[in-house]
């Protein structure tokens, strides 16, 4: 099993996990946690695959990615209420998966392209679209429209990723250092209320009364 694929895997079952936990939060039933949990888990993967026409997708080329998701599901169902904040552990888990999924989106569209700005670009989706599907789904605030930093810190670690294979480090290197600088900015974002400047309307100009 080479660092992409254990990759892969964790970053799915974190995934699936931040589902199953917003399922929890929600009191759905098992069939709701197995729903939730798949979605989130595949959303982001199933959405690069397709945008980079690699067809069928991945977890219809196998099929351990479904039994994945499936046990994390069934584990959060039966241990959700032994957590003390549920939310916390969903927001943490997601930066992990953020993290993990940047770096592999990256690489899978390296891969498949040898373009940095669609490796990039496949990165930020298959880092983001997850969540965004289930906190959609869920009926939670999205992540995106929180204000502390989210995409950006997805887009920093696949261009990590991207920067350190250009330079020739080594892909397990290249793989922990871009988890380490996504994981490092969201942890950072959510500790500290990190946050890019935000627009602020400005009243227009009074219109000109011409004579």
Request: aromatic share 10%; proline share 2%; hydrophobic share 55%.
């Amino acid at each position: 099993m080479t660092i992409l694929n254990l990759l892969d895997y964790t970053g799915v079952a974190v995934f699936a996990a931040t589902g199953a936990l917003a399922a929890s939060r929600k009191q759905l039933d098992i069939i709701g946690f197995l729903f939730l949990a798949s979605i989130t888990g595949i959303g982001g993967g199933t959405l690069r695959d397709l945008v980079l026409g690699l067809t069928p997708v991945f977890w219809v080329r196998e099929h351990v990615y479904l039994l994945i998701c499936a046990v994390v599901a069934v584990l959060i169902f039966f241990t959700a209420n032994r957590l003390e904040s549920r939310y916390r552990w969903l927001l943490w888990l997601d930066a992990a998966g953020l993290a993990l999924f940047s770096v592999m989106g990256a690489a899978i569209g390296l891969s498949a392209t040898s373009s940095p700005a669609v490796a990039i670009v496949t990165g930020v989706l298959t880092a983001t679209f997850g969540g965004v599907l289930r906190d959609l789904l869920s009926g939670e605030q999205s992540v995106l429209m929180r204000r502390e930093i989210y995409v950006t810190a997805a887009l920093l670690g696949a261009g990590a990723y991207v920067l350190a294979i250009r330079l020739d480090v080594a892909g397990a290197a290249a793989s922990i250092l871009a988890f380490a600088v996504a994981f490092t900015i969201r942890g950072g974002a959510l500790r500290f209320g990190w946050r890019l400047p935000s627009y602020r309307h400005k009243r227009g100009r009074p219109p000109h009364n011409s004579s």
